[in-house]
């Protein structure tokens, strides 16, 4: 089976639509919006009580499936199956939930010593801040801004393999900043552990708990999320404790830099 097939079978009934739409002729069209607007029903019909409700032929409906991308009608089923799956949304407090973020993050930020971290970032020749998605590096833009604002420079990294390149020129006189979620970076195990291996630096960015990323880190800051119900992904997260330690940290750095003698 070629790799554009096994491609189409993980895609869901709208995305098969999608890749063929504009050569299905108007009485498949038709046929399709039916299936639309109608996908629980459709899902239980046979494909002879389909074709009677479109007023079309089993044989028809059978090529129009086919011509989807389906191996046949029960596929296309299946892929209707699959799009009325949705997580189930459990009601929650959001606002709630956004104010302990911010309040347990503060509160563990009170009894975090920032003076090691802060003297490591002054003096590191080098500053790189490693993230592993895309909130994270959204995030670390404004810390690095902040930092970049008092003459600290420093280097943003978010792929791979720049990761790796990169690291394979820091020495033990850098410091690697590393932001994660889970702390689990899983495509970059290897790379933390040459990092420690060869005497450099890293401070690990994580949500509260045990993980690879902070068990490999000389420095280890945390924050506080929550669950953020979506109805695309029963795995989203609230970050913004991620926005909050970061914003301490580089203002500590800017009250050592201003201030301290």
């Known amino acids: 089976i070629s790799e554009y097939l096994k491609g189409r079978e993980k895609m869901n009934f709208d995305q098969h639509v999608k890749v063929v739409y504009d050569v299905l002729s108007p009485s498949e069209k038709e046929t399709i919006n039916y299936i639309r607007q109608n996908q629980q029903a459709v899902s239980t019909m046979s494909i002879n009580e389909l074709a009677s409700h479109v007023l079309s032929s089993r044989s028809t409906i059978l090529r129009l499936a086919k011509k989807l991308g389906f191996r046949g009608y029960t596929d296309l089923k299946y892929a209707l199956e699959e799009n009325l799956k949705q997580p189930s949304i459990i009601p929650s407090d959001l606002i709630g939930n956004l104010h302990d973020d911010v309040v347990k993050t503060f509160q563990y930020a009170q009894q975090v010593n920032f003076e090691p971290l802060i003297d490591a970032i002054n003096k590191a020749q080098t500053l790189v801040i490693y993230?592993?998605?895309?909130?994270?590096?959204?995030?670390?833009?404004?810390?690095?801004k902040e930092l970049m604002l008092v003459g600290k420079n420093n280097?943003?990294?978010?792929?791979?393999?720049?990761?790796?390149?990169a690291s394979l020129r820091l020495t033990t006189a850098d410091l690697v900043i590393a932001i994660s979620l889970s702390g689990a970076v899983t495509g970059v195990r290897d790379t933390i552990t040459e990092l420690?291996?060869?005497g450099i630096p890293i401070c690990s960015v994580t949500d509260f708990g045990k993980n690879f990323l902070e068990e490999h880190a000389k420095y280890k800051l945390f924050y506080q999320t929550s669950p953020l119900p979506s109805p695309y992904s029963d795995k989203e997260r609230s970050m913004v404790g991620l926005n909050i330690i970061l914003m301490i940290l580089a203002r500590k750095y800017r009250e050592a830099v201003l201030f301290d003698e």
């Open 196 to 198: 420690v291996l060869n």
């Open 131 to 144: 993230t592993s998605g895309y909130t994270q590096e959204s995030y670390a833009r404004e810390f690095s």
């Open 155 to 165: 280097y943003i990294l978010s792929g791979k393999s720049s990761f790796e390149i």
